[in-house]
T-cell receptor
């Protein structure tokens, strides 16, 4: 079975500062990788995904994640965070879209 | 499309009772997933369907848990003889086999409290 490790449970960061949320997964076989976001009092939403191709994937709101196969990592980054980015972020891995394994989440708090 | 819906949103039950939750996926989505989420944890995969076929159920938490999707549309998750440890948020998600594949759309969840 796969496992996903999100190394930081809470990340406070000042507005307009850069942020990196770390994610490592257990398997070196082909996997699909995802980041989901959960804003306060809302459901989970897909932020971005890696299925194949370019190892750098981007979301429409300025986040990006890089798939690093040798380090089995899929860290999420944003060069300048906004207050509205305050949310819980979950990393997930899937074996071809069948079973999904989620990390325990990272709570990002953006400080004005 | 109104997205994935779940009913009820909240359920309080006494230990030993049976409960059933319903999930209505996005209409054209053929895959439907059930998860459990407890406080401070990420969603924990339970089972999934492709159309009416349940393709993975080994990760259902015990034989007290069962799920159905009889006509390939809505699904139900039943927990028999509930225990206090079953208290959690139960999430449903759906996805399409057409591009963009593997994008799961989550419902708002059903919060179960077992007293």
């Amino acid at each position: 079975a796969q496992s996903v490790t999100q190394l930081d449970s809470q990340v406070p960061v000042f507005e307009e500062a850069p942020v990196e949320l770390r994610c490592n997964y257990s398997s070196s076989v082909s996997v699909y990788l995802f980041w989901y976001v959960q804003y306060p009092n809302q459901g989970l939403q897909l932020l971005l995904k890696y299925l194949s191709g370019s190892t750098l994937v981007e979301s429409i709101n300025g986040f990006e994640a890089e798939f690093n196969k040798s380090q089995t990592s899929f860290h999420l980054r944003k060069p300048s965070v906004h207050i509205s980015d305050t949310a819980e972020y979950f990393c997930a891995v899937s074996d071809a879209g069948n079973q999904f394994y989620f990390g325990t989440g990272t709570s990002l708090t953006v400080i004005p | 499309d109104t997205g994935v819906s779940q009913d009820p949103r909240h359920k309080i039950t006494k230990r030993g009772q049976n409960v059933t939750f319903r999930c209505d996926p996005i209409s054209e989505h053929n895959r439907l997933y059930w998860y459990r989420q407890t406080l401070g944890q990420g969603p924990e995969f339970l089972t999934y369907f492709q159309n009416e076929a349940q393709l993975e159920k080994s990760r259902l938490l015990s034989d007290r848990f069962s799920a159905e999707r009889p006509k390939g549309s809505f699904s139900t998750l039943e927990i028999q003889r509930t225990e206090q440890g079953d208290s959690a948020m139960y999430l449903c998600a759906s996805s399409s086999r057409r591009p963009p594949k593997y994008e799961q759309y989550f419902g708002p969840g059903t919060r179960l409290t077992v007293t």
